[in-house]
Structures are given as structure tokens and as C-alpha cells.
């Protein structure tokens, strides 16, 4: 009995200080509803009581429908508080469902092992939004255009990629309903914050491009508007689409033609050799700016793309082997004429073997 009695004290003892050294952990943040094909953080706060209790690992129900959108959260700490956010995506209402439903949490501790009841967040209509006839499709928390490029895509159209940055932001689903063809391409995705290179095929008349998206901060449709002026396009983007000479070229060789023309003045001015020497020096860099490109042998059937990325969207096949000029090169990319007007990107395994 005395055993017994030992027992019983010894764990009426431990088990309040096991139960007060334990993390104490549960969701701080998620939103109460959500729209169709939004991106959302759900945030789970440990809460240490005591310093000898860690969360190990949390983990959500594989066998879930919903899984968030990458496996590891995003940690930030705050004194002894600690906040995992997880980002979730909702799926259209075409799919029949109403509501997403997060999963089980599966927490792992030092001291325990426990889990977090799912949780279910209506989803609302993108259409009771009222979206006006530019919305692109993209709810963000917020959105900004870092740069944009026009060049030519073919004889009667221009091609406008646009650099965009976000936060918390469905950019896979981007489009331009009134544009020829439009699509994103490099996106890029850490936790809230995407990015990727918005491509809209345009008419050549068309001398402005604009498109909305929803912000889910301030509960209000954003109208973004560019010009669509090919002269922009020398000093907009790094993806190097513009054809062949752009205004910093043609400055460049204005430049030189200048200092040319005036070295052999001061020359036949003064007769002074050093400004013969000077004038020779600018005409030889002179020539240098219209020395040909090199020319490359494509392959019959090769593929081109609109930008030189491996999800690029294929704009056309080469219908014919033909040699063409070498406008540019990135990566394992080409940048050629297919012919007037019509610019674009093959990968180096079409270039034809010598």
C-alpha cells in the first residue's frame, strides 16, 4: 500500500509540471472565408510555456484533398512565440465544393504528440465580386509590375512581356481576355511571394494595355495600365526580346559617327597627327557596330518560343531548314528571325549539326 500511495504522489507531482513545461499550440490566423482560386496563409502559434519544449515537426493528413502549397512553413519568431504559416490555394467552384477544408495537423513536440482538428472556410464567388472586363483572374495581397519589354512578335502584332511581383498571389491563373494570346512564364513561388513574366500578344495599333486584379487587402479591384511603345522596350526587361538594334545602339553609333567626323575636322584643322590617330581609332569602333551577325543553320521543325524558358510558350514551328542570323543568345537559347518581323527563341539542340 505504502508502494502505491508512492506511486500515486510521485505522479500527482510530475503531471502538472509535464502538462505546464508543454508547448501550448493552436492556430492564430485563418480567414473566414475565401474566394475561388485565392492563395491564403493559415498561421499556427506555438506558444512555450517553458523553454524545454520544441516543436519538432508539424505535418498535415496526406490523405487530405487540400494540402497546402509547400510542406514546410514559414517561421517567424517572436520572443518565446513562435508562428508557422502554411499557404493554402482554394479550388474553383466548378469542382462542386463550397468550402475548403484544412486538414489535421499532426504537432510533434519533446514532450507530446498531438493534432489540431481540420477546419472548414467557405468559399465565395469570384462573380458576386462584380469583376470588371480587364479583371485577369488574380486575387493578391498585392501586385506591382517591376519592368516590361515590347518587341515584335510578328508582321501585324507586338508581344509585351511584364515583370510582376506579388504577394500571396494565384499568378498560374493570370490571362488577358481581350488580348490574341496571353500566359505566364518563369513563375516562381516562396510561401506569400510569386513571381513570373506576363506574355499578351496585342495588335500593333493598340498603343495601351491595362488589366485589373482583386486585392484581398483592400477588398477592391487594382487597374494597372502600361503604353504599348516599342521604343520602351531598350530599357525595360531582362529577357532581351527586342530585335536587333534598340535606341542605346543606334545613340551608340550616332556617337561615334560624331567624334569620327570630328577628329578628321580638328585633323585637316590643325595637322596635327594626334587627331588622325584619334579619328582612326573612331572609325575603326565604328565598324565594328555593323560587322554581320553570325549565322546559324535551324533545324526543319525546330520549335519557337516566345521567351528562352523551358516552360515558354511555343509561338510556331520552323516549316523549313533555312540559315538566319544570330540576334542573341541566353542560357541554352537562340534568339533568331524566322523571317520579317517575326522574332523568337530555339534551344540549341536545333541548330543543325555541321
Same mark, same amino acid.
Given at each position: 500500500m505504502g508502494d502505491l500511495r508512492s506511486i500515486i504522489l510521485f505522479w500527482a507531482v510530475l503531471f502538472p509540471a509535464l502538462l505546464w513545461s508543454q508547448t501550448e499550440i493552436g492556430y492564430s490566423y485563418a480567414p473566414k472565408k475565401v474566394y475561388e482560386n485565392q492563395v491564403f496563409p493559415v498561421t499556427v502559434i506555438s506558444a512555450a510555456v517553458e523553454n524545454n519544449d520544441t516543436v519538432h515537426s508539424l505535418r498535415? /493528413?496526406?490523405?487530405?484533398?487540400?494540402?497546402?502549397?509547400?510542406?514546410?512553413?514559414?517561421?517567424?519568431?517572436?520572443?518565446? /512565440?513562435?508562428?508557422?504559416?502554411?499557404?493554402?490555394?482554394?479550388p474553383s467552384l466548378k469542382n462542386g465544393k463550397t468550402y475548403i477544408q484544412i486538414p489535421r495537423l499532426f504537432i510533434r513536440t519533446n514532450l507530446s504528440q498531438n493534432s489540431l482538428d481540420p477546419m472548414s472556410i467557405p468559399i465565395r464567388s469570384l462573380d458576386s465580386l462584380h469583376p470588371p472586363k480587364d479583371f485577369s483572374g488574380v486575387l493578391a495581397?498585392?501586385?506591382?509590375?517591376?519592368?516590361?519589354?515590347?518587341?515584335?512578335?510578328?508582321?501585324?502584332?507586338?508581344?509585351?512581356?511584364?515583370?510582376?511581383? &506579388?504577394?500571396? &498571389?494565384?499568378?498560374? /491563373?493570370?490571362?488577358?481576355?481581350? &488580348?490574341?494570346?496571353?500566359?505566364?512564364?518563369d513563375l516562381l513561388r516562396e510561401h506569400a511571394k510569386a513571381s513570373g513574366d506576363f506574355y499578351v500578344v496585342l495588335p500593333r495599333a493598340q498603343k495601351e494595355f491595362g488589366f485589373s486584379y482583386y486585392d484581398t487587402v483592400k477588398r477592391r479591384f487594382i487597374p494597372l495600365h502600361i503604353k504599348v511603345e516599342l521604343a520602351n522596350a531598350s530599357v525595360t526587361t531582362q529577357s532581351d526580346l527586342n530585335p536587333k538594334v534598340d535606341a542605346f545602339?543606334?545613340?551608340?553609333?550616332?556617337?561615334?559617327?560624331?567624334?569620327s567626323l570630328f577628329f578628321m575636322l580638328m585633323f585637316f584643322w590643325k595637322r596635327d597627327i594626334f587627331y588622325l590617330v584619334l579619328g582612326v581609332v573612331s572609325l575603326i569602333t565604328l565598324m565594328t557596330f555593323y560587322i554581320p551577325h553570325k549565322k546559324i543553320?535551324?533545324?526543319?521543325?525546330?520549335?519557337?518560343?516566345?521567351?528562352?524558358?523551358?516552360?515558354?510558350?511555343?509561338?510556331?514551328?520552323?516549316? /523549313?531548314?533555312?540559315?538566319?542570323?544570330?540576334?542573341?543568345?541566353?542560357?541554352?537559347?537562340?534568339?533568331?528571325?524566322?523571317?520579317q518581323g517575326v522574332i523568337g527563341w530555339i534551344k540549341d539542340e536545333e541548330i543543325c549539326k555541321q
Open positions: 498535415f /493528413d496526406t490523405s487530405s484533398a487540400h494540402k497546402p502549397l509547400f510542406d514546410a512553413p514559414l517561421v517567424v519568431k517572436n520572443g518565446n /512565440d513562435v508562428f508557422y504559416t502554411f499557404y493554402f490555394k482554394t495581397a498585392s501586385l506591382r509590375i517591376k519592368n516590361y519589354q515590347v518587341s515584335n512578335y510578328d508582321t501585324k502584332n507586338h508581344l509585351v512581356t511584364i515583370s510582376l511581383e &506579388a504577394n500571396e &498571389a494565384n499568378l498560374e /491563373d493570370i490571362k488577358a481576355p481581350e &488580348a490574341i494570346q496571353s500566359g505566364i512564364e545602339k543606334r545613340l551608340k553609333r550616332y556617337s561615334m559617327i560624331a567624334l543553320c535551324v533545324k526543319q521543325g525546330a520549335p519557337l518560343y516566345i521567351l528562352p524558358t523551358q516552360t515558354s510558350t511555343v509561338s510556331t514551328h520552323v516549316a /523549313d531548314r533555312f540559315t538566319t542570323m544570330l540576334l542573341g543568345e541566353r542560357g541554352e537559347f537562340k534568339k533568331i528571325e524566322l523571317k
